[in-house]
């Protein structure tokens, strides 16, 4: 169910973010490529970041 509701939330944002008439309706437009790679090249640096904290109380515990 977790995966079903994910799932539904993803197509129902891109629904949102790039349909014309939702776009109209919520007055809200599109994200630039330059701005989607900044977006994920931060949340690359936050899981990087996240994990390697991880490793790192795994190993000083142990």
């Known amino acids: ?3 079903l509701g ?3 939330s993803l197509i129902l944002q891109t629904m949102f973010t790039y349909t ?3 776009q109209l309706v919520f007055q809200s ?3 630039s490529a330059a701005d989607l790679g900044a977006v ?3 949340g690359l640096g936050m ?3 996240l994990e390697t904290e ?3 109380r795994r190993w000083l515990q142990s």
Do not use: D, E, R, S
């Open 40 to 42: 994920l090249l931060k």
């Open 47 to 49: 899981l990087l970041i």
């Open 29 to 31: 437009g599109a994200i």
């Open 6 to 8: 994910v799932g539904l």
């Open 54 to 56: 991880k490793a790192l």
């Open 20 to 22: 014309p008439m939702m």
């Open 1 to 3: 169910m977790v995966v």
